[in-house]
């Protein structure tokens, strides 16, 4: 088996890449990134330096790699390449007789826009925090007062996020952002919740939820039980979704209500972690479009999980280059 994964520079590339080597799969891994010292690079069979995601070529280069290496599968590692691979999926895949794991474009979008997704969420009738856009910022004041958040419609990683506490800051946040997202802030830190989810032909095969805690908007302790309660509601809203493949949907329970403030379309920055409880899920994947075995939701194995930095050293000669593969 042969898979070709974006963005192994980023913290979800690397985290789908060391999720590939825990298994027990036979598999040749071809990392592809911008930089070249982009670490997951190094950890791959074969590396290849691309053009960032913007670039005016960036998909014509990604194909002349997919013409040399021709991967059974190709596994997306940042947000920014996502519409991208959901716009061309179809033509890749028959061109290239390969798997794109990427969902459906208005899948991505939903996801990617945060007011679609609580656009998305209302829809369901799902719970979900009050959120509104600038304009309509007193009406949510008088439905659920300060503090509340600030966020941008697209980004990640809790950039640009912010936890106000009075008029005077939200029209500030407001001004430097008109096209902000203003939203209730819902219980505490400690009742922040992560979750993944499998996906196919709209039916959740598998699904695990862990409490974290957050550190510069990354997961950095992880607390996993079975949940059963909450891994119910993931999967009826990762259902809902229809995606293809892995989603990532992220809570703060609110008493015993669950509501959803970010979907992601995608595998999780928690993925490498999820591995050690014993949910595998870029294996499960794998197996199932190759080797057309059933995804068989896993017994989950209780634990805490501390992150932790760790080290890539590399050779001086062995630094990638843009004419060197």
Not at 80 to 86: D, K, Q, S, T, Y
Not at 207 to 217: E, K, W
Not at 243 to 252: K, L, T
Request: proline content about 5%; charged content about 25%.
């Amino acid at each position: 088996m042969k898979v070709l994964i974006t963005g192994a520079g980023a913290l979800l590339g690397q985290g789908i890449i060391r999720a590939l080597r825990s298994s027990s799969l036979d598999v040749t891994v071809i990392a592809v990134d911008p930089d070249p010292l982009a670490a997951g690079l190094y950890w791959a069979d074969a590396a290849y330096l691309i053009p960032w995601a913007a670039a005016p070529d960036y998909l014509e280069r990604i194909e002349r790699i997919l013409a040399v290496e021709r991967p059974d599968v190709l596994l997306v590692g940042t947000d920014v390449e996502l519409p991208i691979f959901a716009r061309h999926r179809e033509r890749l895949e028959k061109t290239y007789g390969m798997h794109v794991v990427v969902s459906p474009e208005h899948v991505v979008q939903i996801a990617e826009d945060k007011w679609l997704t609580y656009q998305f969420l209302r829809e369901l009738r799902m719970d979900y925090p009050l959120s509104c856009l600038p304009g309509d910022e007193e009406q949510l004041i008088s439905e659920v007062g300060f503090p509340l958040i600030v966020k941008p419609r697209v980004g990640c990683r809790s950039i640009g996020v912010h936890v106000v506490h009075d008029r005077a800051e939200l029209m500030r946040l407001i001004e430097a952002d008109p096209t902000c997202m203003i939203q209730e802030c819902v219980a505490t830190p400690e009742d922040e919740y992560t979750a993944g989810a499998v996906v196919f032909d709209g039916k959740c095969h598998a699904s695990i939820v862990m409490r974290r805690r957050l550190r510069d908007g990354n997961t950095y302790q992880a607390f996993v039980d079975e949940y059963s309660d909450l891994n119910a509601q993931v999967r009826i809203l990762a259902e809902h979704l229809r995606a293809h493949g892995p989603v990532n949907i992220q809570f703060r329970l609110d008493g015993d209500r669950v509501k959803v403030f970010e979907i992601n379309a995608r595998f999780s920055g928690t993925t490498p972690l999820r591995v050690h409880a014993g949910f595998n899920e870029v294996e499960m994947i794998l197996r199932h479009l190759i080797e057309h075995k059933s995804i068989v939701q896993p017994e989950i194995a209780p634990m805490t999980i501390l992150r932790h930095w760790s080290e890539t050293v590399v050779s001086s000669n062995m630094v990638l280059s843009r004419d060197r593969r």
